[in-house]
């Protein structure tokens, strides 16, 4: 008897931890839910929630948003939401310039600013064993950024071209990788 009292107890204990837990898991989804839609983010995968971030300059200025190799980190002055980037996908926001640029390690699409605005770079990202990951022309954004998603957990070089200057550099898309480049990419 004693047996099943201490088993039902256990049960019961179980089951209020688990209503608590759900409740609380609800709350932080209804949280999230409402901060997107303050931001006009709701109902978009994270990313176009990153694309949508990166390439504006006018997004609200309480508005603070980074991306590491991880998570895309949205935060304001009462909430903080951190989405998931997809399992196979890595980010690299990076920034030629051929005068000034500041240091960068995790990209913040909220202000990180690059010198070259709107002009087309040609981009080669080759991995370490010689496979062409991108061999295209793409155009900086309004931040002077350009941001690509890559294979998640390679190593490669960036090689980016413009006006008959190049830049190259190493990088990686692992977890712990830095997601922003800018000083090794001056254009000579």
Request: aromatic share 6%; with cysteine; hydrophobic share 40%.
């Amino acid at each position: 008897m004693k047996k099943n009292k201490t088993i039902a107890v256990l049960l019961i204990i179980t089951l209020v931890i688990a209503v608590i837990l759900g409740l609380s898991l609800t709350g932080t989804k209804r949280a999230q839910a409402a901060f997107l839609e303050k931001y006009n983010l709701s109902g978009l995968d994270v990313k176009a929630i990153v694309k949508q971030l990166d390439s504006s300059i006018t997004e609200p200025s309480e508005l603070v948003s980074s991306i590491n190799g991880e998570k895309l980190t949205l935060k304001d002055d009462s909430t903080t939401v951190e989405l998931d980037l997809p399992a196979d996908s890595f980010y690299l926001s990076f920034a030629p310039y051929e005068n000034s640029t500041h240091p960068c390690g995790f990209h913040s699409l909220s202000s990180c600013r690059g010198e070259l605005v709107n002009v087309v770079v040609h981009t080669t990202i080759t991995s370490e064993n010689g496979d062409v990951i991108l061999d295209e022309d793409l155009e900086t954004m309004n931040n002077g950024f350009i941001g690509v998603w890559l294979p998640r957990d390679i190593t490669a070089n960036i090689q980016v071209a413009y006006q008959g200057k190049l830049a190259t550099a190493p990088i990686s898309t692992f977890a712990e990788s830095e997601t922003c480049l800018t000083t090794p990419l001056k254009l000579n």
